[in-house]
T-cell receptor, first 113, second 112 residues
Framework: GAVVSQHPSRVICKSGTSVKIECRSLDFQATTMFWYRQFPKQSLMLMATSNEGSKATYEQGVEKDKFLINHASLTLSTLTVTSAHPEDSSFYIC?????????FGPGTRLTVT | DAKTTQPPSMDCAEGRAANLPCNHSTISGNEYVYWYRQIHSQGPQYIIHGLKNNETNEMASLIITEDRKSSTLILPHATLRDTAVYYCIVRVGNTNAGKSTFGDGTTLTVKP
């Protein structure tokens, strides 16, 4: 299957700082990328959908000003968690789709202290 | 996107076939059935997908009922490394609309 990478794989930051997570599709062009969040022992929760060159669509309850998403190219999307707080600590997973198929990145473990 | 229903957990003996069921009774005509699995602390791994015909690849087989209201993922010879949470998802097979909504999945435990 296609490869989707995320960077960093894990990050620890202090409360109040911002953290940027990158998601790249390595061998295909992803016209749509998705961002998910997963808390321990829970399923993946979709946060937002982004299409290249346009604004992201956020799911209900997800603050767009706190979770900034940029999908500037067909191979790169970024998620910035602004003014992070301990409750934002989670496993963030991106996904990329170039059509019918959808592939997931390995995830980024964010810990906010 | 249509909701899916899966049993919360299943056990399977190593070397035997694992059959994981999924109900998706409200699936629409343009929605595909996808299966992913997630091993602890990793991103979901794509397994297989289908629209209405049965599908097979090197990992698994997907059997979709004629009315498309349910499907079964078959791992023909389960190994210990197949222990994971398996998610059945239905989504429109189109880039702009095809977001995947995850349910709770089935935790498959393969036992020696």
């Amino acid at each position: 299957g296609a490869v989707v990478s995320q960077h960093p794989s894990r990050v620890i930051c202090k409360s109040g700082t911002s953290v940027k997570i990158e998601c790249r599709s390595l061998d295909f062009q992803a016209t749509t990328m998705f961002w998910y969040r997963q808390f321990p022992k829970q399923s993946l929760m979709l946060m937002a959908t982004s299409n290249e060159g346009s604004k992201a669509t956020y799911e209900q309850g997800v603050e767009k000003d706190k979770f900034l998403i940029n999908h500037a190219s067909l191979t790169l999307s970024t998620l910035t968690v602004t003014s992070a707080h301990p409750e934002d600590s989670s496993f963030y997973i991106c996904s990329a789709s170039g059509g019918i198929e959808q592939y997931f990145g390995p995830g980024t473990r964010l810990t906010v202290t | 996107d249509a909701k899916t229903t899966q049993p919360p957990s299943m056990d399977c003996a190593e070397g035997r076939a694992a059959n994981l069921p999924c109900n998706h009774s409200t699936i629409s005509g343009n929605e595909y059935v996808y299966w992913y699995r997630q091993i602890h602390s990793q991103g979901p791994q794509y397994i297989i997908h289908g629209l209405k015909n049965n599908e097979t690849n090197e990992m698994a087989s997907l059997i979709i009922t004629e009315d498309r209201k349910s499907s079964t993922l078959i791992l023909p010879h389960a190994t210990l490394r197949d222990t994971a949470v398996y998610y059945c998802i239905v989504r429109v097979g189109n880039t702009n609309a095809g977001k995947s909504t995850f349910g709770d999945g089935t935790t498959l435990t393969v036992k020696p």
